[in-house]
């Protein structure tokens, strides 16, 4: 294991709910991103946020909104996506954002499926 | 940019053949980084070389960087069924604020 982990591991969700995706690393890692994986596209970057603030936001839609309420622990709270939004969404983890050379921990996904 | 792309994006290889993945990017890079993906699990990190680096080994891995060319290869020697994954390069940006970019990655399928 990677000593990230999230849950849930599946969701199916309508466009009218709101759930909240997950994440806790067991590493003593200061920053957290949230990526988006979609079928034949490269990882896209979601959120960043190093020492529970949130450094960088890569114009996601509101419908996306993230929350650090210690530097163990990353959600993501959906509410209204579209059927476009299914995708696999990754957690992951570094020692420290600003570093060079920082390697990524990443967590097993979430698979997303809006109905 | 300066997102990787891989190439080719599939390869299908016989166990015991060696699998080579290469990977293009566009701008000056800090490091470069491959990563493997088993279905549906996250990516698991395999191994890192810095841009004044040319060659680094990791038990069956060799990875190579040319900057000049502005590319890099992933060399798995010896594939086993259990390398079948897909394998992502990410560049890691030159610069105070360094970021990691991800290409679309390689679907491995090796044949026992």
């Known amino acids: 294991e990677t000593g990230v982990t999230q849950t849930p591991r599946h969701l199916v969700m309508g466009m009218t709910n709101k759930k909240s995706l997950k994440c806790e690393q067991h590493?003593?890692?200061?920053?957290m991103y949230w990526y988006k994986q979609s079928a034949k596209k490269p990882l896209e970057l979601m959120f960043v946020?190093?020492?529970?603030?949130?450094?960088e936001n890569n114009s996601v839609p509101s419908r996306f909104s993230p929350e650090c309420p210690n530097s163990s622990h990353l959600f993501l709270h959906l509410h209204t996506l579209q059927p476009e939004d299914s995708a696999l969404y990754l957690c992951?983890?570094?020692?420290?954002?600003?570093?060079?050379?920082?390697?990524?921990?990443f967590g097993s996904g979430t698979q997303l499926s809006v109905l | 940019s300066q997102q990787g792309e891989e190439d080719p994006q599939a390869l299908s290889i016989q166990e015991g053949e060696n699998a080579t993945m290469n990977c293009s990017y566009k701008?000056?890079?800090?490091?470069l980084q491959w990563y493997r993906q088993n279905s549906g699990r996250g990516l698991v990190h395999l191994i890192l070389?810095?841009?004044?680096?040319r060659e680094k080994h990791s038990g069956r891995l060799r990875v190579t960087l040319d900057t000049s060319k502005k590319s890099s290869s992933l060399l798995i020697t010896a594939s086993r069924a259990a390398d079948t994954a897909s394998y992502f390069c990410?560049?890691?940006?030159?610069?105070?604020?360094?970021?990691?970019?991800f290409g679309k990655g390689i679907t491995l399928s090796v044949r026992p």
């Open positions: 992951a983890s570094s020692q420290d954002q600003a570093k060079r050379d920082e390697k990524l921990f």
């Open positions: 070389i810095r841009s004044n680096e």
């Open positions: 701008t000056s890079i800090n490091n």
């Open positions: 990410a560049t890691g940006s030159a610069g105070a604020n360094s970021k990691l970019t």
């Open positions: 590493l003593g890692h200061n920053a």
């Open positions: 946020y190093s020492l529970e603030e949130r450094v």
